[in-house]
Structure formats: structure tokens, C-alpha cells
């Protein structure tokens, strides 16, 4: 069974402060993502990764940084975190099918349960 | 620019009748599309997916239709279960532009 781990559930920052969002697979997938959801607007990429030290910006990156040092372990950062990016954060991870492209993106995604973020 | 759209922020649906959940997407490239269901408390999980290629695709109660002249998309389950009530996502994949693009959730309810 794929197990996706975010390390807070809840978390309330102020302004300014740096933020750092962890998120862990067991899966050994290559690929991560790192999602936010706001309410009428879906679910909207901020960035994935296909490998260890490679990153891809989404569609809304502006204010965020990623880290993938490690394959099972993919970093969202908040520089200065702002009230604007108060939303829920989730993580996601996929494999490629076998002898399928590194980031076929219809691959199944495997969530955590999120991190509902408050930014005072 | 919301290219997939679920106009449905929320439907109702008695238990054992059939649930019909719809997407629109703006973007002919679109060529790969999938649902996702989410619990409270929970991260979204796959339910089911269709090619472009096809127009329906069934898995037990979950069938999803695709009319790409439309550019809609369904989700039906039939019969409907109180398990079932969750948000739904719709999503559309570009596969040539590596883009996969959430629409913004329906919320279904179940009741007894």
C-alpha cells in the first residue's frame, strides 16, 4: 500500500516567517508534486519533481521553493510566507508504468492527507 | 482561466438512484482524463480515467463519458452509496505539454 506523509496536519505562521512543508513516500516513486487547494479554484500544481535534485515549476510557483535531496522526501518552502498563501497544501507522488517516460503524467498520483496552512 | 470547470459546487443524490458528476474543459489538446475523490481529512485517490481515444470507460459503478466535441466530461455511479459522499475532481491531461489541470471539485452527498 502507497503511503504519502505530510509532517503537519495543521499549521498557523505569521507573516514573513519561513515555512517548510515535508512530505514522505514509501513507495520509492521518482515522481513528486506539490499541490495547493483553494476552494472554487481546484487543485493547482506549484511544483514536481522527477528525480533527486530535479525540480519543475507548475503553474502557480511564484513564492514557493522545493527541496528533493532524498528520493522518498520532497520540501515545499515558504520564503516569507504571506496571508495569500493561507490554503491547504497537498503532496503527491506516481511511478511510471514499466518502460513508460519519467514523468508520464497520466500515471495514478498518490496523495497525503494534507496540511491546511493559516497565514496571520 | 479555469480550463476545466465543474459547474456543480455541490449535488444531492438519494441513495441507490444514480449520481451524475460533470466537467467541461476548454482545451482541445486535452487528451487524457481522470477522477479523483476526496474524503474530509483525506488526500484525493484515484477512482477512474479515460483516453481520448475512447468515449466511455467502466470500472463496477463508476462509468465516465467523454463527447469531445463537447468538451464534457460525466462521471455516473450508479447505484449511489452513502460511502460515495466525497468531493470529486475532475482532471485533464496535455500529455505533449507535460500539464495536468484540476477542475474545481463537486461535492456529493449521498442520503439515506
Known amino acids: 500500500d502507497v503511503k504519502v506523509t505530510q509532517s503537519s496536519r495543521y499549521l498557523v505562521k505569521r507573516t514573513g516567517e519561513k515555512v517548510f512543508l515535508e512530505c514522505v513516500q514509501d513507495?520509492?516513486?521518482?515522481?513528486m508534486f506539490w499541490y495547493r487547494q483553494d476552494p472554487g479554484l481546484g487543485l493547482r500544481l506549484i511544483y514536481f519533481?522527477?528525480?533527486?535534485?530535479?525540480?519543475e515549476k507548475g503553474d502557480i510557483p511564484e513564492g514557493y521553493s522545493v527541496s528533493r535531496e532524498k528520493k522518498e522526501r520532497f520540501s515545499l518552502i515558504l520564503e516569507s510566507a504571506s496571508t495569500n498563501q493561507t490554503s491547504m497544501y497537498l503532496c503527491a507522488s506516481s511511478s511510471p508504468a514499466t518502460g513508460g517516460p519519467s514523468t508520464s503524467w497520466t500515471d495514478t498520483q498518490y496523495f497525503g492527507p494534507g496540511t491546511r496552512l493559516t497565514v496571520l | 482561466d479555469q480550463q476545466v470547470k465543474q459547474n456543480s459546487p455541490s449535488l444531492s443524490v438519494q441513495e441507490g438512484r444514480i449520481s451524475i458528476l460533470n466537467c467541461d474543459y476548454t482545451?482541445?489538446?486535452?487528451?487524457?482524463f481522470l477522477w479523483y475523490k476526496k474524503y474530509p481529512a483525506e488526500g484525493p485517490t484515484f477512482l477512474i480515467s479515460i483516453s481520448s481515444i475512447k468515449d466511455k470507460n467502466e470500472d463496477g459503478r463508476f462509468t465516465v463519458f467523454l463527447n469531445k466535441s463537447a468538451k464534457h466530461l460525466s462521471l455516473h455511479i450508479v447505484p449511489s452509496q452513502p460511502g460515495d459522499s466525497a468531493v470529486y475532481f475532475c482532471?485533464?491531461?496535455?500529455?505533449?505539454?507535460?500539464?495536468?489541470?484540476f477542475g474545481t471539485g463537486t461535492r456529493l452527498q449521498v442520503t439515506l
Open positions: 519533481s522527477y528525480d533527486v535534485k530535479m525540480k
Open positions: 482532471a485533464a491531461i496535455h500529455s505533449a505539454a507535460s500539464k495536468l489541470t
Open positions: 513507495m520509492d516513486h521518482e515522481n
Open positions: 482545451n482541445s489538446m486535452f487528451d487524457y
